[in-house]
């Protein structure tokens, strides 16, 4: 029997989104000290547990395992930086946030320029039943669904199935999906985004390959960056996929209420918080996307309504993991056991 999930702790409306707008444009100035700082305690440890890892095969495989799996958590977070970069916030000069971004997309995997754009659609279109299908977990509402034939009906629940979402998925979408600029593919920039990172990763690889074999790819780079996928497809689901997120018709939608009501605040544990840069802050995040990461426990520590509004715990965020349905007349997202009681 499926537990019902709790719904997300609301704050009371204080301000309209748009208001919160004129405020979080206080905290957007990156400083680049800081970011420097941010960038360096990041990609110092990823490449010294890189190297110990690789040292450590000569002793145990299992070693050098182990240690991946910890560097996991640091090639998350030059995610993290990469996506800040995406967003102009992790520097003043766009031109070096792009090349920052384009430089860590070779070790994500992720085409630096192809990402920005359907990340900036994802943005755009957030909470929209109008303009999903890129950048975003594919929803559908509770009348989709029921419209649905019995074979796409079961196509829809094996995409939303963990096994699927949380363990197929990570690989496909970052070894696979990523080697093309799909959804951009009329345009020569996102293909040439998506070949020089296909070219670089090859260089990187073979390079990796030549001076130690094949047991530093299958132990250490797969590993690290499977598991850093994983969290970072989770991450990305828990931040918009609760009971109380916000959807709209094209005509009913508007950008800065689902940013503030369609994110999460995914509430974790403080070294959780640092490793994944805080991006469980993701409301006010979608709110302000030029605020840098680091600064974004500045605003719900100054504004108490943003600390409190969408709060999610890893507890809440697992039963919430099992809606998968979106019911227009309740505006609530909804379980496939709920679907079949819902009038």
Not at 92 to 97: D, E, G, I, P, V
Not at 188 to 214: C, Q, R
Not at 242 to 267: I, K, P, R
Request: glycine share 8%; charged share 15%.
């Amino acid at each position: 029997m499926i537990q019902e999930p709790k719904p997300i702790s609301q704050s009371p409306e204080t301000r309209s989104a748009r208001d919160w707008v004129k405020i979080l444009a206080n905290y957007r100035e990156p400083s680049a000290g800081r970011s420097a700082f941010e960038l360096a305690v990041t990609l110092g440890p990823f490449v010294l547990l890189w190297t110990a890892a690789w040292f450590a095969l000569s002793i145990s495989g299992w070693l050098a395992l182990a240690i991946s799996i910890v560097n996991s958590a640091f090639l998350l977070r030059l995610f993290i930086i990469q996506h800040d970069c995406g967003h102009s916030s992790f520097f003043k000069n766009r031109t070096l946030s792009d090349w920052v971004g384009r430089a860590i997309g070779v070790v994500t995997l992720t085409p630096y320029d192809v990402w920005r754009q359907s990340h900036s659609v994802h943005h755009g279109g957030s909470g929209n039943l109008g303009r999903r299908g890129m950048g975003d977990v594919h929803t559908l509402t509770l009348a989709e669904y029921r419209a649905l034939t019995p074979i796409h009906r079961l196509l829809y629940r094996m995409y939303r199935h963990p096994i699927v979402m949380f363990g197929l998925g990570p690989g496909y979408l970052f070894f696979l999906q990523n080697r093309l600029p799909l959804g951009l593919m009329a345009k020569a920039k996102y293909w040439v985004s998506a070949m020089s990172t296909n070219a670089a990763i090859f260089v990187l690889l073979g390079i990796i390959g030549y001076f130690g074999g094949l047991m530093p790819i299958f132990l250490i780079f797969l590993p690290s960056t499977l598991l850093a996928a994983t969290a970072g497809v989770w991450l990305f689901y828990v931040q918009h996929q609760f009971e109380t997120t916000h959807w709209e018709e094209n005509e009913d939608w508007d950008l800065h209420d689902a940013a503030l009501h369609g994110s999460s605040h995914y509430v974790l544990p403080s070294p959780l918080q640092w490793l994944s840069g805080n991006i469980g802050i993701h409301h006010v995040h979608h709110l302000y996307s030029r605020i840098p990461f680091y600064r974004l426990p500045e605003v719900i520590s100054d504004h108490q309504t943003l600390f409190d509004g969408n709060r999610m715990t890893i507890r809440e965020s697992l039963i919430n993991a099992r809606l998968h349905l979106w019911d227009e007349k309740s505006k609530r997202l909804i379980s496939f056991a709920q679907a079949r009681t819902t009038g």
